[in-house]
């Protein structure tokens, strides 16, 4: 008998062989698994750079003062130039909406919303609706985050 035969697990037993010794634990993890420092200093640049369209227009300007510039107050301002320009003015406008709530300036992104979204295409008018809800709900105005709802649901029932 060799020495295989010696060792052979009974009959519906299976024996695992044991896991390889290794010393680097993160070789071994999958990479979806693995975390990434926590240091937002060390920002991946490749996934900022992917996230700004290229070119000079006002629209490209103010992505860049937000995403790359960290630059709030500045990219508001660019994404108004956006828009009396008309540069994606439906991207403009949402993206300075969201802009403002994280500043908590909710208030003022509704307004915006409101005067400037029939210069939007129809096609973009759903993702303004759901951004105007968000903003509602953050500047606690209910009533009208109710109604627009209502509004919603009703326009989906015609159609």
């Known amino acids: 008998m060799c020495h295989f035969e010696a060792r052979r697990a009974p009959p519906g037993v299976y024996w695992t062989p044991p896991p ?7 070789a071994a993890m999958p990479m979806s698994e693995r975390r990434r420092p926590p240091s937002s200093e060390k920002c991946d640049p490749f996934h900022i750079v992917h996230k700004v369209p290229s070119g000079d227009s006002p629209y ?9 510039s960290k630059d709030p107050n500045r990219a508001i301002s660019l994404f108004w130039a956006a828009i009396n320009a008309g540069d994606r003015v439906d991207s403009a406008l949402k993206d300075m909406a969201v802009v403002m709530k ?6 003022e992104g509704i307004e915006a919303i409101k005067s400037f979204r029939y210069l939007c295409p129809f096609e973009a ?5 759901n951004l105007l809800l968000e903003l509602y709900k953050k500047s606690g105005r209910i009533r009208e985050e109710a109604e627009l709802l209502e509004q919603t649901i009703r326009s989906t029932r015609n159609h």
């Open 102 to 107: 994280q500043l908590d300036r909710s208030d």
């Open 125 to 129: 008018q759903d993702s303004i609706d």
């Open 60 to 68: 490209v300007r103010a992505k860049h003062a937000q995403l790359v």
């Open 20 to 26: 390889a010794r290794r010393t680097d634990h993160a």
